[in-house]
């Protein structure tokens, strides 16, 4: 998952927005915790069906995202790839997921389109899974992400990587609740496990809609974000059969097979 993006001008204009969001969120929208039970091995039956109204994954979906982040142009290009990783948890449980590639690169034409001379920034493989029964059906969750961060087109570090059955040498203790099955202003709920390493939270703050490259006009819910291990916070937009149309400064740019 690309992390919380924290330009001083985003970070201020994004904190404004909490204030106005907090002050218009209606009283019945006030803060509900979801506990991380949504997503437990234990307590939940998962499937790779992944069809979350807000966060739909279905094999071959590309989305692709353009903008600029302290004045250069970036991009970002997520697929959901026809690859699944098991994760294995105690007494036996296993969960397999949907392996979904997010690369992040410097598109310097702005065009949407990683050319041979444009860098990589990040890669991540994150792994989702849906659950099919359980307290709250249809919750997507988030078992963690392998990380490679570039520099001058060479891996330097892979920070932020994490597992949440804690295997392969990658801390974690537990999947995270990525988006609710029925997802409400108010509600906040735990993204990442992985204390010290990973650790996200995110808050749904208010319900719209927006316009989207091809015309479309969707219900959107905005995810204030927040990295309480750095402090950082960031907004993301998720539109109704769509998934992510905001991610910070970057917009979508096209979609493709949802």
Not at 1 to 27: D, E, G, Y
Not at 61 to 86: F, M, R, S
């Amino acid at each position: 998952m690309v992390p919380v993006r924290r330009s001083i001008a985003w970070s201020a204009s994004v904190l404004l927005l909490c204030l106005i969001a907090a002050l218009v969120m209606p009283a019945s929208a006030a803060a509900q915790q979801l506990p991380l039970s949504h997503c437990a091995p234990a307590q939940n039956t998962f499937t790779l069906n992944i069809d979350n109204a807000y966060f739909p994954l279905p094999v071959g979906a590309v989305w692709v995202y353009t903008g600029k982040e302290q004045g250069e142009n970036i991009g970002l290009q997520i697929t959901v790839l026809p690859e699944t990783e098991t994760f294995r948890f105690g007494g036996g449980l296993n969960v397999t997921t949907r392996v979904v590639e997010e690369r992040e690169w410097a598109n310097t034409d702005a065009d949407g389109v990683i050319d041979p001379d444009e860098l990589l920034i990040e890669v991540s493989r994150n792994y989702y899974a849906q659950t099919q029964a359980g307290p709250a059906p249809g919750t997507v969750c988030y078992f963690g992400e392998n990380v490679d961060i570039y520099e001058d087109g060479e891996v330097v570090s892979h920070e932020g990587a994490w597992r949440a059955d804690g295997r392969r040498g990658l801390p974690g203790e537990a999947p995270g609740i990525f988006m609710p099955a029925k997802p409400q202003p108010g509600m906040t709920f735990q993204q990442e496990v992985a204390p010290g390493v990973a650790e996200d939270e995110a808050t749904i703050v208010r319900t719209g809609t927006a316009t989207l490259p091809d015309g479309r006009v969707v219900n959107t819910i905005t995810v204030r974000d927040f990295n309480p291990l750095d402090g950082s916070r960031g907004t993301k937009v998720y539109g109704q059969g769509v998934g992510l149309i905001e991610d910070g400064p970057l917009r979508l740019l096209s979609v493709t097979g949802v």
